[in-house]
């Protein structure tokens, strides 16, 4: 039997909840101003496609070497920048319906990234390798520090800032926002851009941290993993790391055990274990454990009466 | 201080506000007072830049200003307190009272000195709430203050409150007038939104009257008094006398004993411990000013309250209907026609034939065929021109959705749908809102027409002419209990006026 | 302009302007737009494989763009026909594999009861889970697309996969299983085009699900919930109940792919067969302005892409069959924004769920 609470297991499961914690924060920031945010996992293949890309671009063109996954990191962000600005403007101006616009930005990336791969690479979806030392740092220490602060500066940025306030006062009350002179609009399209930002980063290190490629589909489903720990988390930033954690946890058990998880003498199937995250999201979003309320105006597009 | 000119709006077919012009002078408490849906908080969210309106000028300080939201008019010393609290309420009292207006920078929130300029307020007014408490724990009374204290930190000059005592005890009014009266001394100006005359003659210092979107009247407080301004507000041009009999009533088909309704998540009494009867052939009105309970009564009795939300007994016809759901009083022979016919009445994307047989839809002769699971497209058709026919509605085109008729059109409709079930007890709801003249003595000879069939009627309606004309028996509603019951043919309005905004 | 044609109207528009879009992109990546367009849409219309082989690829779309409608007439997004559809393929395949022996006669009806049955029952679950605790159907469906690929990984790697298949697919169904392929009766069709039964069964479910919505009581009260729930109360309809009923069809009708994929194609479970039907489906009850017809017309036209997005990859020099995702996903985009005004969306937010 093997040990599961091994060394190994932690910093894998660091690594494994990282692009977690980073789309999970991004959906914060989106749905405490009141956006759903189905599309992170459209916004974190378009982070992960644009970083592998932009990062061999910058190794083997411009030969900037070791400085080419920072560069690559930086174009993971912007193309996550720039789908949730489409998202943005399209339920926030035109008032579009926010799941639909989600699902639609889910199936659009994807295409994209085998579209343009097969362009630029002719290849069927995927990126050139990367070489081992052109990658973002993985020593699951550094990580957890950056971890670490990021998740400290956005609870400051959401409890501590004007910002924050009335971010999260959007998200509850646009009416009550609006009528203390708070712009409804301005606030959701920073906190939708900020999601594209995180996920998009969240979806580089997937590329070109985890890995040194980008595959097809590689997120397979981590943007909805995401979601749920955000729920799971109920839309607090510490909980939802904690969530990411947990469910980076239950990732690495599955991969590292390859089949069966041996536990007080049974056998359970490795199934079962990735079952866990979508199975505790739906009992809390039931009301099973504690009550996870969502932002009072999540999914509604504030129409001001003319 | 601040000046309406010529000030209209309009919200789709109602014409809210008509050429408005207000005028309030600096230093003073101004009390706008009217009817519901007289006009008086358009104009007021208009000037606080919630709404724009269509033609007109806003004046501040003797200067036009464009005022195109809220953010413009705190600019300009404007605040305003709604009618519903706009206050986020998982949020604590400091952050509710600085939100938009931060102290300290961009990068950290400064509580502490928000904490000490809001403690420095509230002994200046004497207004009392502890910042650091979240507004969902609060009384209705404390969360008004914090709105107060939200206007006064934006610095505001001049504060306007819509029907800020509606929510408050007695006790708490006068506390409340208190503290206008110290804002009035502090050079503060109060305009504040009403329909209690009573307030109006104690607190302010000058009144405009509205009504029908239209301003009827200004006046000084101390040159008027509440019979004047009762006249002022509910004055008709056009009187309607019903043409009826004595009522023949029958033997009661309702009894209501001790019903208590809550609402909402802090569990408000709405309708708190009302008792009465309806028998048959006789038409019962319940006047009242809109949001004393008469909402929440109606659904109570159509069945569209959960039963844990409701105490007491609802008696109909010798049975107790309490634990039987609206489909089953539909059976019974009860029909509704309720005050929002939008959101409660219609499906306005179905075609009028669809929304035709809303209610018997599920059974015989509608659903008839195949062991009535599907429905008659013939039967529904021939119920539609029916109602149609009788209750002149137009265009009479059964297949337009309901969406494209005109409000009377559509009351026309549901009022033909609800007769057609020939009902034993018909709830009535505000039954000529938004209605032409001629469709209006159409619908009040029709309800007469029903009750001399033998139909037991209860109606409500915010018209006072409405329900004296048409009530054989009138009963006061005022903060969700009975306050009296008057015989509508020897009343005066002024009496009735006041038990419906005194309560006694 | 006549209804129908405003019905139309409107898709049109999306389309082309998707298409417009993807033509940009086309030549930003140094291709000929006209050719690759040609190539994707121009193969479907040969005889008989083009149509033959589009008629089959719409199959499953047209049943989860009907899952997907139906759920919209009642207000609900039933982002889940994609796990609806591979549980309820796992349990033809199982009731296929189990009753192997039996006669057609007994075991194709056993077969597609399953499908319907237990797609209904997967559907079903976040149903009751909104009207008994009010919590977000979306959410809910995601989770359960999940929750339902894992729990068949298992089943089929564990208990239903011939010893020694690399492949992670269930061992075959019983030949009685089998439903014919249209090449087996109608004349100058070959038989080797996998289009099968199922299809007309899909068309078949077109007619009933418009007579279900529009002409049975049951629909009415289901198409009430969804115009305007609380108008629907006051008629004596009890919300929940529409809402579980609604989401058991929606399933139910998802889970039908399961026939075509099991009964009527690959006559097993194979792992990953949805090429994303019930996403898909998402973006046909949307073009297709949630009436039956227009789901048949918007799966033809997807189907064509899908089908088309094969020669592209094989015969253009830069454009692969990613295309046809980009433009689903852009199609949807502009269908979005529109339907916003015609179906006020606003009612999938959480606040007005929680009652």
């Given at each position: 039997?093997?040990?599961i609470?091994?060394?190994?297991?932690?910093?894998?499961?660091?690594?494994?909840?990282?692009?977690?914690?980073?789309?999970?924060?991004?959906?914060?920031?989106s749905?405490?101003?009141?956006?759903?945010n189905?599309?992170?996992?459209?916004?974190?293949?378009?982070?992960?496609?644009?970083a592998a890309?932009?990062?061999?671009?910058?190794?083997?063109?411009f030969?900037?070497?070791?400085?080419?996954?920072w560069?690559?990191?930086?174009?993971?962000m912007?193309?996550?920048?720039?789908?949730?600005?489409i998202?943005?403007v399209?339920?926030?101006?035109?008032?579009?319906?926010?799941?639909?616009?989600g699902?639609?930005?889910?199936?659009?990336?994807?295409?994209i990234?085998?579209?343009?791969?097969?362009?630029?690479?002719?290849?069927?979806?995927?990126?050139?390798?990367?070489?081992k030392d052109?990658?973002?740092?993985?020593?699951?220490?550094?990580?957890?520090?950056?971890?670490?602060?990021?998740?400290?500066?956005?609870?400051?940025v959401?409890?501590?800032?004007?910002?924050?306030?009335?971010?999260?006062?959007?998200g509850?009350?646009?009416e009550?926002?609006?009528?203390?002179?708070?712009?409804?609009?301005?606030?959701?399209?920073?906190?939708?851009?900020?999601?594209?930002?995180?996920a998009?980063?969240?979806?580089?290190y997937?590329?070109?941290?985890?890995?040194?490629?980008?595959?097809?589909?590689?997120?397979?489903?981590?943007?909805?993993?995401?979601?749920?720990?955000?729920?799971?988390?109920?839309?607090?930033?510490?909980?939802?790391?904690?969530?990411?954690?947990?469910?980076?946890?239950t990732?690495a058990?599955?991969?590292?055990?390859?089949?069966?998880?041996?536990f007080?003498?049974?056998?359970?199937?490795?199934?079962?274990?990735?079952?866990?995250?979508?199975?505790?999201?739906?009992?809390?979003?039931?009301?099973?454990?504690?009550?996870?309320r969502?932002?009072?105006?999540?999914?509604?597009?504030y129409?001001?009466?003319? | 201080?601040?000046?309406l000119?010529q000030?209209?709006?309009?919200?789709?077919?109602?014409?809210?506000?008509d050429?408005v012009?207000?005028?309030?002078?600096?230093?003073t408490?101004?009390?706008?007072v009217g009817?519901?849906?007289?006009?008086?908080?358009?104009?007021?969210?208009?000037?606080?830049?919630?709404?724009t309106?269509?033609?007109g000028q806003?004046?501040?300080?003797?200067?036009?200003?464009?005022i195109?939201?809220?953010?413009?008019?705190?600019?300009?010393?404007i605040?305003?307190?709604?009618?519903h609290f706009m206050?986020?309420?998982?949020?604590?009292?400091?952050?509710?009272?600085?939100?938009?207006?931060?102290?300290?920078?961009?990068?950290?929130?400064?509580?502490?000195?928000?904490?000490?300029?809001?403690?420095?307020?509230?002994?200046?007014?004497?207004?009392?709430?502890?910042?650091?408490?979240?507004?969902?724990?609060?009384?209705?009374?404390?969360?008004?203050?914090?709105?107060l204290?939200?206007?006064?930190?934006?610095?505001?000059?001049?504060?306007?409150l819509?029907?800020?005592?509606?929510?408050?005890?007695?006790?708490?009014?006068e506390?409340?007038?208190?503290?206008?009266?110290?804002?009035?001394?502090?050079?503060?100006?109060?305009?504040?939104?009403?329909?209690?005359?009573?307030?109006v003659?104690a607190?302010?210092?000058?009144?405009?009257v509205?009504?029908?979107?239209?301003?009827?009247g200004?006046?000084?407080?101390?040159?008027?008094?509440?019979?004047e301004?009762?006249r002022?507000?509910?004055?008709?041009?056009?009187?309607l006398?019903?043409?009826?009999?004595?009522?023949?009533?029958?033997?009661a088909?309702?009894?209501?004993k001790?019903?208590?309704?809550?609402?909402?998540?802090?569990?408000?009494?709405?309708?708190?411990?009302?008792?009465?009867?309806?028998?048959?052939?006789?038409?019962?009105?319940?006047?009242?000013?809109?949001?004393?309970?008469?909402?929440?009564?109606?659904?109570?009795?159509?069945?569209?309250?959960?039963?844990?939300?409701?105490?007491?007994?609802?008696?109909?016809?010798?049975?107790?209907?309490?634990?039987?759901g609206?489909r089953?009083?539909?059976?019974?022979g009860?029909?509704?026609?309720?005050?929002?016919?939008?959101?409660?009445?219609?499906?306005?994307?179905?075609?009028l034939?669809?929304?035709?047989?809303?209610?018997?839809h599920?059974r015989?002769?509608?659903?008839?065929?195949?062991?009535?699971?599907?429905?008659d497209?013939?039967?529904?058709q021939?119920?539609?021109?029916?109602?149609?026919?009788?209750?002149?509605v137009?265009?009479?085109?059964?297949?337009l959705?309901?969406?494209?008729l005109?409000?009377?059109?559509?009351?026309?409709?549901?009022i033909?749908?609800?007769?057609?079930v020939?009902?034993?007890?018909?709830?009535?709801?505000?039954p000529t809102?938004?209605v032409?003249?001629?469709?209006?003595?159409?619908?009040?000879?029709?309800?007469?027409?029903?009750?001399?069939?033998?139909?037991a009627?209860?109606l409500?309606?915010?018209?006072?002419?409405?329900?004296?004309?048409?009530?054989?028996?009138?009963?006061i509603?005022?903060e969700?209990?009975?306050?009296?019951?008057v015989?509508?043919?020897?009343?005066?309005?002024?009496?009735?006026?006041?038990?419906?905004?005194?309560?006694? | 302009?006549?209804?129908?044609?405003?019905?139309?109207?409107?898709?049109l528009?999306?389309?082309?302007?998707?298409?417009?879009?993807?033509?940009?992109?086309i030549?930003?990546?140094g291709?000929?737009?006209?050719?690759?367009?040609?190539?994707?849409?121009?193969?479907a219309?040969s005889?008989?494989?083009?149509?033959g082989?589009?008629?089959?690829h719409?199959?499953?779309?047209?049943?989860?763009?009907?899952a997907?409608?139906?759920?919209?007439?009642?207000?609900?997004?039933?982002?889940g026909?994609?796990g609806q559809?591979?549980?309820?393929?796992?349990?033809?395949?199982?009731v296929?594999?189990?009753?192997?022996n039996?006669?057609?006669?007994?075991?194709?009806?056993?077969?597609?009861?399953?499908?319907?049955?237990?797609?209904?029952?997967?559907?079903a679950?976040?149903?009751?889970?909104?009207?008994?605790?009010?919590?977000?159907e979306?959410?809910n469906?995601?989770?359960?697309?999940?929750i339902a690929?894992?729990?068949?990984s298992?089943?089929?790697?564990?208990?239903?996969?011939?010893?020694?298949?690399?492949?992670?697919?269930?061992?075959?169904i019983?030949?009685?299983?089998?439903?014919?392929?249209?090449?087996?009766?109608?004349?100058?069709f070959?038989?080797r085009?996998?289009?099968?039964?199922?299809?007309?069964?899909?068309?078949?479910?077109?007619?009933?699900?418009?007579?279900?919505?529009?002409r049975t009581?049951?629909?009415?009260?289901?198409?009430?919930?969804?115009?305007?729930?609380?108008?629907?109360e006051?008629?004596g309809?009890?919300?929940?109940?529409?809402?579980?009923?609604?989401?058991?069809?929606?399933?139910?009708?998802?889970?039908?792919?399961?026939?075509?994929?099991?009964?009527?194609y690959?006559?097993?479970?194979?792992?990953?067969?949805?090429d994303?039907?019930?996403?898909?489906?998402?973006?046909?009850?949307?073009?297709?302005r949630?009436h039956?017809v227009?789901v048949?017309l918007?799966?033809?036209?997807?189907?064509?892409?899908?089908?088309?997005?094969?020669?592209?990859?094989?015969?253009?020099?830069?454009?692969t069959?990613?295309?046809?995702?980009?433009?689903?996903?852009?199609?949807i985009?502009f269908?979005?924004?529109?339907?916003?005004?015609?179906?006020?969306?606003?009612?999938?937010?959480?606040?007005?769920?929680r009652?």
């Open positions: 039997m093997r040990d609470f091994a060394w190994s297991l932690v910093a894998s499961t660091i690594r494994l909840a990282t692009p977690l914690v980073l789309a999970a924060l991004g959906g914060l920031f749905e405490r101003s009141g956006v759903i189905i599309a992170l996992e459209g916004k974190m293949l378009a982070g992960a496609f644009t890309a932009v990062t061999y671009a910058a190794d083997v063109r030969g900037m070497g070791t400085a080419s996954p560069v690559g990191l930086i174009g993971g912007l193309a996550g920048l720039f789908i949730a600005a998202y943005a399209s339920c926030i101006k035109f008032k579009a319906d926010q799941v639909v616009s699902a639609a930005i889910n199936i659009l990336m994807l295409g990234p085998g579209f343009l791969s097969g362009a630029l690479f002719l290849s069927s979806g995927s990126t050139p390798q990367l070489p052109h990658l973002l740092p993985q020593s699951p220490l550094v990580i957890a520090i950056a971890i670490g602060i990021l998740v400290f500066a956005i609870w400051y959401l409890y501590k800032t004007p910002f924050g306030l009335r971010l999260r006062s959007v509850e009350n646009p009550a926002a609006d009528a203390a002179g708070v712009s409804v609009s301005g606030i959701r399209y920073s906190g939708v851009l900020l999601a594209g930002v995180l998009g980063l969240g979806g580089a997937l590329s070109i941290g985890q890995s040194s490629l980008f595959t097809r589909n590689m997120t397979a489903g981590r943007g909805f993993i995401a979601l749920a720990a955000l729920i799971f988390g109920k839309w607090r930033p510490v909980q939802t790391l904690l969530a990411c954690l947990l469910f980076g946890f990732e058990v599955s991969i590292q055990m390859q089949g069966t998880v041996k007080g003498g049974e056998e359970i199937p490795v199934q079962f274990i990735n079952m866990v995250p979508y199975v505790l999201t739906i009992i809390v979003l039931a009301g099973f454990i504690g009550t996870s969502p932002p009072r105006a999540l999914g509604i597009p129409q001001k009466e003319k | 201080m601040l000046e000119r000030i209209t709006k309009r919200f789709g077919d109602v014409l809210a506000n050429q012009d207000i005028v309030v002078k600096p230093g408490i101004h009390a706008i009817e519901n849906g007289a006009g008086k908080s358009t104009a007021m969210r208009i000037a606080y830049g919630f709404y309106a269509d033609s806003i004046l501040v300080d003797g200067q036009v200003r464009d195109k939201s809220p953010h413009d008019a705190i600019a300009l010393g605040g305003m307190v709604h009618q206050l986020v309420e998982t949020m604590t009292v400091a952050e509710n009272i600085i939100l938009g207006a931060e102290p300290g920078s961009a990068v950290a929130l400064d509580l502490k000195s928000a904490a000490s300029q809001i403690r420095q307020l509230s002994e200046e007014f004497k207004l009392a709430v502890n910042p650091n408490e979240p507004v969902e724990h609060l009384s209705v009374g404390q969360q008004q203050r914090v709105e204290l939200k206007a006064l930190y934006r610095h505001a000059r001049l504060l306007i819509d029907e800020p005592t509606a929510v408050l005890t007695p006790l708490e009014v506390e409340f007038f208190a503290i206008l009266r110290r804002m009035r001394e502090q050079g503060k100006t109060v305009i504040i939104i009403t329909h209690k005359l009573s307030e003659l607190i302010s210092d000058e009144v405009t509205m009504r029908d979107g239209k301003v009827v200004r006046l000084q407080t101390k040159d008027t008094n509440a019979a301004l009762a002022m507000m509910v004055g008709r041009e056009v009187l006398r019903v043409e009826k009999t004595d009522p023949n009533a029958g033997r088909q309702l009894e209501v001790n019903l208590s309704v809550v609402a909402g998540v802090e569990g408000t009494k709405r309708v708190n411990g009302v008792s009465f009867e309806v028998r048959r052939g006789e038409i019962v009105g319940i006047a009242g000013v809109e949001g004393n309970g008469q909402t929440e009564l109606m659904e109570a009795l159509a069945g569209l309250v959960e039963p844990s939300r409701m105490t007491g007994q609802i008696i109909y016809d010798g049975k107790n209907l309490n634990a039987l609206a089953i009083r539909r059976e019974l009860i029909a509704h026609i309720p005050e929002d016919r939008h959101r409660r009445g219609l499906l306005l994307d179905f075609t034939a669809e929304n035709s047989i809303l209610g018997v599920y015989p002769p509608i659903a008839a065929i195949a062991g009535d699971i599907i429905l497209e013939s039967a529904i021939r119920r539609a021109n029916e109602i149609i026919q009788a209750f002149d137009r265009p009479p085109n059964a297949a959705p309901a969406r494209a005109s409000g009377g059109n559509q009351q026309k409709l549901i033909g749908r609800e007769y057609r020939d009902p034993k007890l018909l709830l009535v709801s505000q809102r938004g032409d003249i001629g469709a209006i003595e159409f619908i009040h000879r029709q309800l007469v027409r029903l009750r001399d069939d033998g139909c009627i209860l409500v309606s915010a018209e006072l002419e409405e329900v004296t004309s048409l009530s054989d028996r009138l009963l509603i005022h969700g209990r009975i306050a009296g019951e015989d509508p043919k020897v009343a005066t309005l002024e009496e009735i006026g006041l038990l419906m905004t005194r309560g006694h | 302009m006549p209804k129908f044609a405003r019905d139309l109207l409107f898709p528009i999306a389309v082309v302007a998707a298409f417009i879009v993807g033509g940009i992109l030549l930003l990546i291709d000929n737009p006209i050719t690759a367009y040609r190539l994707l849409i121009g193969s219309l005889w008989p494989d083009g149509i082989y589009t008629l089959f719409a199959t499953p779309l047209i049943f989860t763009g009907l997907v409608l139906v759920g919209f007439r009642c207000g609900l997004f039933n982002i026909a994609e559809l591979y549980i309820a393929a796992f349990a033809t395949a199982w296929g594999i189990t009753l192997a039996r006669s057609a006669w007994i075991l194709i009806p056993l077969c597609c009861l399953a499908a319907i049955l237990v797609g209904a029952i997967w559907g679950i976040p149903g009751i889970l909104k009207a008994r605790f009010g919590s977000h979306v959410i469906t995601i989770m359960l697309n999940f690929i894992y729990l068949i298992y089943l089929t790697q564990y208990h239903y996969r011939d010893a020694g298949d690399p492949i992670l697919q269930t061992s075959v019983g030949a009685g299983a089998h439903i014919p392929r249209l090449g087996a009766f109608v004349p100058g070959p038989e085009i996998p289009l099968n039964v199922a299809f007309i069964l899909a068309l078949l479910c077109c007619f009933l699900v418009y007579v279900f919505l529009w009581k049951w629909g009415y009260e289901i198409r009430a919930t969804g115009s305007n729930p609380t108008a629907a006051y008629g309809i009890s919300i929940r109940k529409q809402i579980v009923l609604a989401m058991a069809v929606s399933g139910a009708l998802a889970g039908m792919v399961g026939i075509h994929e099991v009964l009527g690959r006559y097993r479970y194979y792992d990953g067969f949805s994303n039907y019930g996403f898909t489906g998402i973006a046909v009850a949307l073009l297709g949630n039956p227009g048949i918007a799966a033809l036209l997807f189907a064509v892409l899908q089908h088309g997005g094969i020669y592209v990859d094989g015969f253009s020099e830069h454009v069959k990613d295309i046809v995702q980009v433009l689903q996903g852009i199609i985009l269908v979005a924004a529109e339907s916003f005004f015609k179906w006020s969306l606003g009612r999938f937010g959480f606040r007005r769920l009652t």
